[in-house]
Each structure stands twice: as C-alpha cells, then as structure tokens.
C-alpha cells in the first residue's frame, strides 16, 4: 500500500492550489483520510480530516480557506485551498488509515509529502 500526493507548488499570497493524495495497492477499505502538514522548524499539524462517511474536520487556521474531499471508489483524497497565506507554506503530507484485502487490521500509512510555498 502506498499513498501518492500531486498538486503542491508555488503560488502567490491569496491564491489557489488543490492537493491530491490517491492510494494504492492492496487495499480492502479506508477509514479516515486526512492532511497533515510540516512548516520548518515546526511540529506536524492535522490540516484536514474526512471520514469514510463524509464527516470532516478542520484545523481553525484553515477553516473557510480549506475544503477537503474524497472519492471512495477512486481512494482518492483531495483539498482545495484557497486564499493561501505565507503562514501556509510548508509540506503537506497524505495520512490514511487502511485495511489491507483480506486482514482484518487497519494500519496508519503516510505519503512523501508535497511541497506547498506561498510567496510574492
């Protein structure tokens, strides 16, 4: 199993970026999806946060700003941010918590991160 994140980049103050994370391999079900993210120096920090059910949460930083989805079929989980700051700059990493096919534990896998800079 292995998660997968695009979209990260560079963007101006007050512009837009959608983060893509998909799943693959031998996956039997996911639970919650989320977005984590890492600024230098700073500890790792929940952005974002979907349930299988549709259910999100979000950290305070980012609410209005930051829309996160999900597509079960696909194992596909995206964000939307818009309005973004300089204080959003950092690395956004994929979190999932998965079932592998045909065991009946879940286990907790992350991504390699992307990188997200917000810069005039």
């Known amino acids: 199993v292995q998660l997968v994140e695009s979209g990260g980049g560079l963007v101006q103050p007050g512009g837009s970026l959608r983060l893509s994370c998909t799943a693959s391999?031998?996956?039997?079900?996911?639970?919650?999806m989320d977005w984590y993210r890492q600024a230098p120096g700073k500890q790792r920090e929940l952005v974002a946060g979907?349930?299988?059910?549709?259910?999100?949460n979000y950290a305070d930083s980012v609410k209005g700003r930051f829309t996160i989805s999900r597509d079960n079929a696909k194992n596909t989980v995206s964000m939307q941010m818009n309005t973004l700051k300089a204080e959003d700059t950092a690395v956004y990493y994929c979190?999932?918590?998965?079932?592998?096919?045909?065991?009946?534990?879940?286990?907790?896998?992350w991504g390699q991160g992307t990188q997200v800079t917000v810069s005039s």
């Open positions: 979907i349930t299988s059910g549709g259910k999100t």
């Open positions: 979190y999932a918590t998965i079932r592998v096919k045909y065991s009946t534990n879940f286990q907790n896998y």
């Open positions: 391999g031998s996956i039997g079900s996911i639970t919650a």
